[in-house]
């Protein structure tokens, strides 16, 4: 009952509240409330010839928009915001920012400071028809606010972000910044739990709530409504042989109004990585490794409301399989809105394919998908 | 018929009946052609006596100064065959020829027939036994000096077939369409190649120190052993009296010196060398938003090289040890590395004793690596790879055979720890049919096969094999003759301790790499000479085919690149070179040459197809000589086609442009007593075309450098 008044009523909330954004770059058509196939998948392939690798919902036609070399791109995921895809090159790839039009299949480039290491860029509401990019600058604790209009492009920056920003949004007149509490300048370790900075447009006074249990050089956040969740990746020790975790992934829900942690769901026992995406069903999507002996890749569907795990079978992750039966692992998992699930799995040369499982977890698609495959969003 | 050679002591014959003058003595290597210092001369009027006297020779080259009428001479070197050099229908005349005596090394089957007429030294073909069917070419120190090299990657740039490239410091070498870590350097035969990255680097050795440099393409399995699936870069050392010095564009200040000697009965040397650049060229950085000229920054280097060697009757002793430091620069875009700093140590030590007719050869080699991060102190890295070999070699009827074990050894930052143990026993032999001679002309024919057994430790038993043939048509004094040849191989390259390191468990997927295997390596083509008055011509062409099976090729994983086996690589291609020389006299000589490679070098995964990284599919490159007198100039012409630099299906907004690079020198000798001395001036990249070897990172445009070099003149 809950799950389908969340599978039905999300995505409408979502579309509707996406409704002021819409014309900002670019703009979608009118979102019918009955579930849709997707307009088409994007993947990231971030490595070896870094670019967007796109296909429709059916058949093997792709077409690769190309972003640069591996000097100049080295991001690990994307956003895709009403046809705009955003995405960002580290320190060790130049400090770029990457602005793509799905529509057009073309690619703005836009320096940002030096050494900042930007982390990741998102949509946010523009003025007088100009589009304007935020990007969390890592190394800058700052936040960037591009502006592009007339195709020349201003940097406004917002100081003071926290240790290592990550991610943000907007939300009622503010800028709220994730940080990841973790000390990106040097080796990314984990320095306590990751914090939502809350940074007025008027006024000088912050807020900072803090994310108990919630860790990792990285995560995400994502709005619906009211609420925000935000997730961190867990914290592990890489510097030496074996690996050992320290704290595995979660996600925290925050009450955007009240300001206050309405529940964190610690990831499962042993794992590592988790990062979320919403799904067009109105589940979360969280993709990690299984543990940190095999790195097998695991995707978990969570209900909105409680963050509970719904799995379908014994273990917290989805059961997938082929059509054989043969149990199948994939990385990056997203719902579209029929509910079937679509991820990417890189195989020998680092291969990219698209795999696609319907409701019941069964696979129904598997199509060459460029190479070098590390982030998919569903349009 | 094929006729067996072996034990027949091939003599070099002549008479230096009416000597009025001391005729002058050159020892050679037969394989590579590089001189050879330290041989030991024995006079004997008669082959079974005791020698009269005897004679070292310090140099190459060195004048006979006891041969009476009637001698015999006996030439012997450490690692090498002795000759006789005896009576001959044609006399000497001193005035005019020099003595060209090649040494045979111990390591090369017996069988082979070689020339050892008496003549005047000219360029000449290789006739060992592990040249034929190979496409081999060499080049001397002098001779690159003189066309404006100033350092062995210089040198090197110089060969044809070559493809260089280099982006920090170090420097890669693609031979026949290879990946980097599939060509074997060696160093007077002692590898070059690092342990833990199967690569070599060669920019910290003194030129000082280096005679000659020597390129034979295609898979040596026997010889080299693993990883010389493209080739070998040989270098040989040589004890010259030399000191340099090198000014040049972006900072460059440049010092080397050696010299030897010879003392109780050996021959010594030593050299060393200094380098200074900051390397601060301009260039366009259009990797950022916006194209924009920038100055590279952070792209300096230091470096120091000794090296020092004894070289006796029964043992040899040679040490090699360098040190450098340098900005890593990152690439044109990134401002992320610009503080960051790498130091290389180096040391290899060699020795070699002569063992009841046999040969015993021990190495070692050490490597570090030092990275620091003064922005980000916890990522300062450190490795140490470490290598230890020995060898014993001989001959016994008509097979050459070899012997030999190691070990290596990688530690480094992270718990990286890694070693393992090997071996192997290798024999060849040769035949050649006896030289079906005429007084127009004659023919002759050879064969060369070789086993090659490997066990190393976590890799199992590798077996190889090489048969190479060579049929030779000359006609009178072998002026002009046309050769044809064949060659096919198996190689194997077994992973390197990083490779071995980053397939561990801790990636994506516990896997244990195999050993890449060359199923096939095969060329067929022709070589011809043709002599006529002063003018000779030479050209030489192949096809070659080379499959690759369980490449290995690093691939992203979860936390980077992972090396995998990777599907097959298949490489089919063609490549020739042409010669032209004039010499009008002595002092005024003419020469043009050229040469083309065209690979289609393909990994086969899957549905993916990905050509070879930085291997362009037409290659070549040009050089007119020009002397006159005491005066050189040199014109050097290197291009590439358009070459891929992912590893990922060809698509041309991931392959760096075509590129033409000029490069000019001129040389002037000033002869002084007891001393040589040559400046030169060089300007490479005349053109100043904005280029790149490795994408992302910038090469320098036009630069200029001027030389000047002392070497010292036996009397």
């Not at chain 1, 306590?192 to 000088?204: E, K, T, Y």
């Not at chain 2, 060969?159 to 260089?164: A, D, E, K, Q, T």
């Not at chain 2, 080699?365 to 300062?380: H, I, Q, S, T």
């Amino acid at each position: 009952m809950i799950s389908r008044l969340v599978r039905t009523t999300l995505p409408a909330a979502a579309a509707l509240l996406a409704l002021p954004f819409i014309g900002a770059c670019g703009a979608d058509q009118i979102v019918d409330t009955a579930p849709q196939p997707p307009r088409g998948i994007v993947i990231l392939d971030g490595f070896i010839q870094p670019g967007y690798t796109f296909l429709g919902d059916t058949g093997s036609a792709s077409t690769k928009l190309v972003l640069g070399p591996t000097t100049e791109f080295d991001a690990g995921g994307f956003t895709l915001e009403r046809d705009t895809l955003l995405a960002v090159s580290s320190r060790g790839a130049g400090d770029l920012l990457y602005i793509a039009d799905v529509r057009t299949s073309s690619v703005r480039r836009v320096q940002l400071p030096a050494r900042s290491n930007p982390g990741k860029a998102r949509l946010f509401p523009g003025n007088n028809g100009a589009t304007r990019v935020a990007v969390a600058l890592r190394d800058a604790s700052a936040i960037a606010m591009v502006t592009l209009a007339n195709g020349v492009s201003s940097q406004l920056t917002i100081g003071n972000a926290g240790v290592c920003p990550i991610d943000m949004f907007r939300f009622d007149n503010a800028t709220w910044v994730v940080d990841a509490n973790a000390n990106c300048r040097v080796d990314f370790a984990v320095q306590g739990d990751m914090r939502l900075i809350r940074i007025p447009d008027v006024g000088s006074v912050r807020d900072t709530i803090t994310l108990v249990g919630v860790r990792g050089s990285d995560g995400s956040a994502l709005v619906l409504g009211e609420v925000a969740y935000v997730s961190g990746i867990g914290d592990a020790n890489f510097a030496s042989f074996p690996f050992s975790l320290r704290t595995p992934g979660a996600i925290a829900q925050v009450d955007l109004r009240t300001r206050q942690v309405s529940r964190t769901r610690p990831m499962p026992a042993n794992s590592f990585g988790a990062r979320t995406k919403l799904g067009l069903d109105g589940f979360l999507y969280v993709s990690l490794f299984e543990d940190l002996d095999s790195f097998t890749p695991r995707i978990l569907r969570a209900r909105a409301d409680d963050l509970t795990f719904v799995s379908g079978g014994s273990a917290p992750w989805l059961a997938l399989v082929d059509t054989a039966g043969n149990p199948v692992t994939c990385d990056n998992g997203q719902a579209d809105a029929l509910g079937r699930v679509h991820c990417i799995v890189n195989g020998t040369g680092s291969a990219t394919s698209l795999l696609v499982f319907s409701q019941s977890g069964v696979q129904v698609r598997r199509v060459p998908a460029g190479q070098g495959g590390v982030d998919l969003a569903i349009r | 018929m094929m006729t067996l050679l072996w034990g027949t002591m091939v003599s070099a014959l002549f008479d230096v009946g009416a000597l009025h003058q001391t005729p002058v003595l050159c020892v050679q290597d037969a394989a590579t052609g590089a001189p050879l210092t330290g041989a030991h001369v024995s006079y004997v009027s008669d082959p079974v006596a005791i020698a009269r006297d005897r004679q070292l020779l310090v140099e190459a080259c060195g004048p006979l100064t006891s041969l009476r009428h009637g001698d015999h001479v006996t030439v012997a070197r450490l690692g090498y065959r002795p000759q006789i050099v005896t009576r001959r229908e044609r006399p000497v005349d001193a005035s005019r020829d020099t003595l060209v005596v090649s040494l045979v090394a111990l390591s090369a089957p017996p069988g082979t027939t070689w020339s050892l007429e008496t003549r005047i030294v000219t360029a000449r073909r290789n006739d060992d036994a592990t040249t034929i069917g190979r496409t081999t070419q060499s080049l001397d120190v002098s001779d690159a000096r003189a066309a404006g090299a100033g350092t062995v990657n210089g040198m090197i740039a110089m060969l044809p077939y070559v493809s260089l490239r280099s982006a920090r410091g170090e420097t890669g070498l693609s031979l026949r369409g290879s990946r980097r870590e599939q060509v074997a350097i060696t160093l007077d035969g002692l590898p070059l190649n690092d342990p833990a990255t199967g690569i070599a680097d060669v920019s910290d050795v003194p030129l000082a120190s280096v005679r000659s440099v020597t390129v034979q393409l295609g898979a040596d399995p026997v010889a080299t052993g693993s990883g010389a699936s493209g080739g070998v870069l040989a270098l040989t050392t040589g004890r010259q009296r030399v000191i340099s010095t090198r000014l040049g564009a972006f900072g460059q200040r440049q010092l080397e010196a050696a010299w030897g000697g010879a003392t109780a009965g050996t021959v010594w040397h030593a050299s060393a060398a200094w380098r200074d650049a900051d390397n601060d060229y301009g260039f366009v950085n259009d990797a950022g938003a916006e194209s924009q000229r920038e100055v590279r920054v952070n792209n300096d280097e230091q470096r120091l090289s000794l090296s020092a060697g004894v070289l006796g009757a029964r043992a040899q002793f040679a040490l090699l040890g360098s040190t450098g430091t340098r900005g890593m620069v990152g690439a044109a875009n990134v401002r992320a590395f610009d503080a960051d700093r790498a130091r290389t140590d180096r040391l290899l030590v060699r020795t070699q004793f002569a063992l009841r007719g046999t040969q015993l050869l021990a190495g070692a080699r050490w490597f570090a690596l030092e990275y620091r991060d003064p922005v980000r102190p916890a990522l300062d890295a450190r490795a140490r790879a470490s290598a230890a070999d020995l060898e014993w070699r001989g001959a016994a009827r008509h097979v050459a055979w070899r012997v030999g074990g190691g070990a290596d050894q990688l530690r480094g930052t992270g718990g990286v720890a890694q070693s393992r143990w090997r071996s192997f026993l290798a024999a060849d032999r040769s035949w050649a049919s006896k030289t079906n001679g005429r007084p127009r002309g004659g023919a002759r024919t050879q064969l060369n096969a070789g086993l090659r057994l490997d066990v190393i430790e976590g890799q199992g038993a590798l077996p190889t094999f090489s048969l190479a043939g060579e049929h030779r048509v000359f006609a009178r004094r072998e002026a002009s003759a046309v050769t044809l040849t064949g060659r096919v191989a198996q190689a194997v390259r077994v992973p390197t301790l990083y490779d071995l390191y980053f397939s561990s468990p801790q990636r994506l997927f516990v896997r244990t790499l195999a050993p890449e295997r060359v199923t096939l390596d095969a060329s067929a083509g022709a070589r011809t000479q043709v002599g006529a008055g002063r003018w000779t011509a030479s050209s030489e062409a192949s096809l070659v085919a080379r499959n690759t099976r369980d490449a290995i090729v690093w691939f992203p994983g979860n936390f980077g690149f992972s090396p995998a086996n990777v599907g097959v690589e298949r490489l089919r291609g063609a490549e020739g070179r042409a010669e032209l020389r004039h010499a009008r006299d002595a002092r005024s000589s003419f020469a043009l040459s050229s040469w083309v490679t065209a690979y289609r070098s393909t990994l086969v995964s899957g549905d993916l197809l990905i050509p070879t990284p930085y291997v362009p599919r037409v290659a070549g490159g040009g050089q007119v000589r020009l002397e006159h007198g005491a005066r050189v100039g040199t014109a050097l012409l290197r291009a590439m086609g358009q070459r891929p630099f992912t590893a990922g299906p060809r698509n041309p907004a991931f392959e760096l442009p075509q590129v033409a690079l000029l490069d000019l020198s001129l040389a002037q000798q000033l002869p002084w007593q007891r001393f040589d001395a040559l400046v030169t001036f060089a300007v490479e990249n005349v053109t100043n075309v904005a280029w790149q070897s490795v994408r992302g990172f910038p090469s320098p445009g036009r630069s200029w450098a001027i030389a000047f070099t002392l070497r010292h003149s036996p009397p």
